[in-house]
């Protein structure tokens, strides 16, 4: 029976409103990333510096520590949760317009902290728009609600990182400065502030009162010093440890120096979180950080909430473990262009991840979530056995195409580029498959979500889920110079395993939740 006209409209609206803070959500993330270490390479900054300078992205991480603090209080004037976009938003478009005005080269210092900075509202961002789309849509829009997000994040990430770099090639596209380029996005995120105040639907006041604000200020800071207690006893303790660890087994073992102070590293790593995390949790107890502790105590009251975790740790790990060295698998081993792989898997790949997470939304409105969840995170686990095949048939085992050039006034291409049809192919299968799994696993952790702690829980959860992308990369380099590229991305495809093994035993509780209501 079709809705009455007026929840309709209501509808579509709140699904647009979730499009446009998507691609505010994604704007700067390249612009502490890859549009950031372009600037530096093009203005004469040493590879050692761009390096380091890729820790900058570390309160991606780390989001969850402040997450509470806006849970807890809220700015006056906008309502709820809107204060905080706003609020993320301007400061985003003031960091960004100060770095446009700092040298990289003569002004190193100004510029990390800056960038440091701009990392943390990017963050902040992200908490506050994850936690409004959670609580304005219903479950029966949050799978169309993910693919629309991912849609227009994705869109964002191809004009702040793809779209951007055209801009500053002098003989391929505009020839812009990276001032000017930066100068644009903060006069977009000022555009983005706007709309946010003005257009976003409120959300209703939460009904529970709020914990003690005192705790809640101590706790944070109780958690940030345990946090750096933490890593500084990791890099001071953690490797010799790991090499004490290890010693007998990698001394009998047929594995190169390289490999086995590799493995050290990965060994002193893992000690290191086992040993911060801990410590950290210790803290936020004894400081009486109420709405971390809340937050937890109501996730981990809902039942099967231990094996939710796991399920959020594993299920896109498949992805993360293939993804990590997609780049060097491709340069190196495949040799295939620069020019070929940053068309391929840069822009043709951004757009299919985007047809991907429609795709993946418009099948959930038929499949529910949990058919879903687990036929995209098959087909996720599947889709690596495309570089498996690339890997063992190499170049050329299928025609190609030539991307002409073409020029559509905010972006152009002089050069015709060649595409391997191998290439594209793998690709595509790992761009669809992605898009379809990110948008059903973004409608499942919406749906995890209490309203009073969203911003709490969603980012905890999304924490536990960056899991694979953030750390996996050790392992994985070590893995694939031990087993060969075929066997690493079979590997990569088994992993898809667990966690659809967990699904299955999770089935009833996850059709539940297609049925909670919103705020359970």
Known sequence: MPLPLAPRVATLYRLFVVTLLGFASGLPLALTGQALQAWLA?????????????????????????????????LPGLGRRRGWIVLTQLALAACLLLLAGVAPASSMRAFAL????????????????????????????????????????????????GVALIWTDAAQGNGWTWPAVYRLMAALMVAA???SAF???????????????????????????????????????????????????????????ALQQRWVELAALMTGIAFTLPLAAWAARRARFETLLDGLATYFAQPGALAFLCFVVLYKLTDAFALSLLTPFLLKTMAFSPAEVGVVNKVIGLWLTIGGALLGGALMLRLGLWRSLFAFGLLQGASNLGFCWLALHGK??????????????????????????????AV????VASGMGTSAFLAFLMSLCNQRFTATQFALLSAFAS????????????????????????????????????????????RALDAAPPGQ
């Open 199 to 257: 257009a976003l639907p409120a959300l209703p006041p939460s009904a529970t009162r709020p914990t003690a604000a005192r705790h809640d200020l101590v706790g944070f800071a109780a958690v940030l010093a345990a946090v750096a207690v933490g890593a500084f006893a990791s890099d001071r303790f953690a490797p010799a440890l790991a090499r004490w660890l290890l010693a007998d087994r990698l001394a009998g073992s047929a594995l190169a120096p």
């Open 114 to 161: 800056l960038a440091l900075l701009t990392a943390f509202l990017s963050a902040s961002q992200d908490i506050v728009i994850d936690a409004y789309r959670t609580d304005l849509l219903a479950p029966p829009e949050r799978g169309l609600g993910a693919s629309l997000n991912v849609m227009g994040y994705r869109l964002a990430m191809i004009l702040s990182g």
């Open 467 to 510: 899991v694979g992308r953030v750390w996996v990369g050790p392992l994985a380099g070590v893995l694939a110079e031990s087993i060969g590229w075929p066997s690493f991305f079979v590997v990569a495809a088994l992993l898809a395993l667990p966690a659809l093994a967990i699904l299955w035993v999770l089935r009833d509780s996850v």
């Open 193 to 195: 502030a706007a709309l």
């Open 428 to 431: 595509a299968l790992e761009n």
């Open 42 to 74: 093009t203005d004469g900054v040493d590879i050692a510096t761009i390096g380091f300078l890729s820790l900058v992205g570390l309160p991606y991480t780390f989001k969850f520590l402040w997450a509470p603090l806006m849970d807890r209080f809220e």
């Open 396 to 425: 050329g085992a299928l025609p190609g195409l030539e991307v002409p050039a073409f020029d559509w006034g905010i972006v152009r291409l002089a050069v015709p580029t060649p595409v391997d049809g191998g290439l594209l192919l």
